[in-house]
T-cell receptor
Framework: GAVVSQHPSRVICKSGTSVKIECRSL??????MFWYRQFPKKSLMLMAT?????????EQGVEKDKFLINHASLTLSTLTVTSAHPEDSSFYIC??????????FGSGTRLTVV | AQSVSQHNHHVILSEAASLELGCNYS??????LFWYVQYPGQHLQLLLK??????LVKGIKGFEAEFIKSKFSFNLRKPSVQWSDTAEYFC????????????FGAGTRLAVHP
């Protein structure tokens, strides 16, 4: 089945640094990738939608300059958390739509900012 | 605004008990509906989905859900739960014209005791 590979699975970084999270579609072309954030014991909040070759669409309240999204190819979408702060610590998940199947999800990245 | 509501935030059951988790959505048009499960430490897995046709949908692991359009509901059911069903369950909706984005409910944490 279609797989989205997400890396890294865990990352710890210092405040003020930037972290890049990658999602690769392994056996299909993902023209669209959704990026979610999941707070502890909470649901998934859609942050933005990335589209190959065009600017990402951000949900209301999500800082574009803080969460940089790039979708440069049909198999790779990246989320960069810039100047990370402890409040950015969270679980980040990517997801690609799969037509009638629904959606395939990455395994998630747990970001801890210290 | 499009939204998904899950009324039960935390459910505790004994093994062999029956399960019903509520899910209501807010949208006046055509929707696709999903139930996902997230086992501890794992990523989201699709339990079942409704796109069209028979409103009673059967999924994996003995789960089923019924789409009742008049009630804007898509409740998840299982006649007899097992300890291994302990997980977090998320109802999600894709609205027509919603650019494929998936909107999640807050989730229901299910704990099954032996």
């Amino acid at each position: 089945g279609a797989v989205v590979s997400q890396h890294p699975s865990r990352v710890i970084c210092k405040s003020g640094t930037s972290v890049k999270i990658e999602c690769r579609s392994l056996d299909f072309q993902a023209t669209t990738m959704f990026w979610y954030r999941q707070f502890p014991k909470k649901s998934l909040m859609l942050m933005a939608t990335s589209n190959e070759g065009s600017k990402a669409t951000y949900e209301q309240g999500v800082e574009k300059d803080k969460f940089l999204i790039n979708h440069a190819s049909l198999t790779l979408s990246t989320l960069t958390v810039t100047s990370a702060h402890p409040e950015d610590s969270s679980f980040y998940i990517c997801s690609a739509p799969m037509g009638n199947y629904g959606y395939t999800f990455g395994s998630g990245t747990r970001l801890t900012v210290v | 605004a499009q939204s998904v509501s899950q009324h039960n935030h935390h459910v505790i059951l004994s093994e062999a008990a029956s399960l019903e988790l509520g899910c209501n959505y807010s949208y006046g048009g055509t929707v696709n509906l999903f139930w996902y499960v997230q086992y501890p430490g794992q990523h989201l897995q699709l339990l079942l989905k409704y796109f069209s046709g028979d409103p009673l949908v059967k999924g994996i692991k003995g789960f089923e859900a019924e789409f009742i359009k008049s009630k804007f509901s898509f409740n998840l059911r299982k006649p007899s739960v097992q300890w291994s069903d302990t997980a977090e369950y998320f109802c999600a909706m894709k609205a027509s014209g919603g650019y494929n984005k998936l909107i999640f409910g807050a989730g229901t944490r299910l704990a099954v005791h032996p």
